[in-house]
């Protein structure tokens, strides 16, 4: 017997039309494989709103946005001007997505809608980061009151099973360090750097031309954006109460291509590393270039990787790697949260 999960999808930008995409492909699977079948009763973006008690249809979403138009604008069930907040309000949903754009300065529109599911016992997936950079302690308590699931593997590393592995994986046992590869704009840059033989700069202009640096690459390229995820890492998986003023951060302006040629001469990769170290009663916290021997798995990851290695006291030294040639990993893995909201123990 197939179950109907109502579900509300805000931020309809790469992960949210490609997770829709996914579900269209996959829901027979999903459905043969969990039990499940996903209806999507409400989408919010930019332009308003789109509601329909009976289930959108995800591709006539999809292939608007494609089209750049905004889903106001769809035929029946478009609301022009709806707020993502007003849209979750009347849905009618037991499930929120959150695939809204990562800010940082309020988390919103992201915030107010977790909050507002939270508080109304919805589940939560998201993919955005802002809230809980901002409000971890705050959301996950608030979820853990109301006996619902707050999961979000898909914010730190894209596809890669980051927090699932700390948290889940790992029970029981105490992490001593943790090291991450958690931006995959900047492994891109020094990757293509040393491989091409070309400057930052020239670096920087080929990642933009291919997608994966942003215009404007500042969160990226000065450590903010493995700053962010390893916040979420050291709240979810560490434990420990954590906000980005715990943590000192670097970027990469600063490398240069002899410096990474003098590494590999040395035997030595230079790469963006996000730390978390066991020291006392607490962790160190940091973003920064780090010189790794060329042996190590971190350094060893070509320009579309992103990694993390878990160091423990009982379960020895735990690693994994993923290539992720764009955003569809992260969107299955918001999937794969949605899948597991109700599949898990």
Known sequence: MTRDVRYALIGLGNI?????DIII?????????????????GAADSSGAALSADGLDGADIRDSKQAGLGVAGISGVGRPGMSALEMLESAGAELLVDASPTNLQTGEPGLSCQRWALQHGLHVVAANKGPLVLHYQELTEQAHRQGVRLSFSGTVAGGLPTVNIGVRDLAGSGVTRIEGIFNGTTNYILSCMLEDEVSYDEALRGAQRVGIAEADPTLDVDGWDAANKLVIIANSVLRRPTTLSDLEVEGIRKIRLADLQAAQKAGQA????????????????????????????????????????????????????????????????????????????
Do not use: C
Not at 16 to 20: A, E, S, T, V, Y
């Open 16 to 20: 949210g039309r490609n997770l829709l």
């Open 270 to 345: 230079i790469k963006l590393l996000a730390v978390a170290e066991r020291q006392g009663d607490d962790y160190a916290l940091s973003v920064r270039p780090t010189t790794l021997p060329a042996d190590h798995i971190l350094a060893r990851t070509g320009r579309w990787d992103m990694a993390v290695v878990y160091y423990t006291d009982y379960m020895g030294v735990i690693s994994a790697v993923i290539e992720e040639k764009g955003p569809v990993p992260t969107s299955a893995a918001v999937l794969r949260d949605m899948i597991n909201v109700y599949v898990a123990g």
């Open 25 to 41: 492909h996959r829901q027979e699977a999903i459905a043969a494989d969990y039990g499940l079948r996903f209806v999507l009763v």
